[in-house]
């Protein structure tokens, strides 16, 4: 694939931690897009100095929307998707020039290896994403707290990773789990129940996934080997489990009781 032919695509907000790293393996790119929502610690300042990056303002409104936003400024034919706290991968980089799509080809999807302030997981709970893809007929939807890309085609795996760091204050991770906590809650609730995974089923119901992801992080992905790192890593998915478990119960507390049945 000519790399030429690909342009990444950025979200940003307040990536002073993060943004350098993932900058750091682009510098094949011939043009950057960046969709940002009113950074004010300095992130605006480090893109301004690369000549590449064309940073486009948008107030935030949804993940969603701000990608199919930054999908309209995309003038190549590929684009590659990342979140500023994304590192892509010596190997990853390198296969980028071997791929050779071909008509039915849209998009190909990347693994993840999570890390801690550098320390890589053996495991993790981020789930694949398709990352590089064709512009035309892409199309992003809102799924809970999260968005996940549409594409119509053939949607192949990657030999690369890429690397998910996000170095930001435990602070801004705590505020954004109750935001997460919120949308997730919603949509588990709205969405009709056999729609559902099993894992969200799980979680619908409140009580059990706060105690089981506690026990499938650190056992079934191996954080209890990794340490600090992964003990870390582990007390955050219990953690956002426990608010959304909360936000359950909050809504459903809080609901107008039936007709004909007392709220307890």
């Not at 990853?92 to 801690?116: C, N, W």
Request: with cysteine; glycine share 8%.
């Amino acid at each position: 694939m000519d790399r030429d032919t690909v342009t990444p695509l950025l979200i940003t907000f307040n990536e002073i931690q993060n943004i350098e790293r993932t900058l750091a393996k682009l510098d094949w790119a011939r043009r950057i897009v960046v969709i940002d929502s009113g950074s004010t610690d300095g992130t605006l300042e480090i893109m301004s100095k690369d000549p590449r990056i064309e940073i486009v303002h948008r107030p935030f409104d949804s993940f969603a929307e701000q990608c199919n936003f930054g999908l309209t400024h995309i003038r190549t034919d590929w684009v590659l998707s990342l979140d500023a706290d994304y590192e892509l991968s010596d190997g990853l980089v390198s296969e980028l020039t071997e791929l050779q799509p071909v008509a039915e080809d849209t998009g190909y999807r990347a693994a993840f290896v999570y890390r801690i302030y550098g320390r890589p997981l053996r495991g993790t709970l981020y789930p694949p994403r398709s990352v590089l893809y064709r512009v035309a007929g892409a199309r992003y939807e809102n799924e809970g707290h999260g968005h996940r890309i549409r594409l119509q085609g053939r949607i192949s795996d990657l030999r690369g990773v890429i690397y998910h760091d996000d170095r930001k204050p435990l602070s801004r991770w705590l505020g954004s789990q109750l935001r997460y906590a919120a949308r997730e809650a919603a949509h588990l609730l709205e969405t009709p129940r056999e729609r559902l995974g099993r894992a969200d089923r799980i979680r619908l119901m409140g009580w059990p996934a706060p105690i089981l992801v506690l026990g499938y992080v650190l056992l079934a992905k191996g954080a209890i080997l990794d340490g600090r790192a992964g003990w870390f890593y582990a007390f955050q998915r219990l953690l956002a489990e426990v608010l959304l478990a909360l936000e359950l119960l909050d809504r459903r507390l809080s609901a107008p009781a039936r007709p004909g049945r007392v709220k307890r």
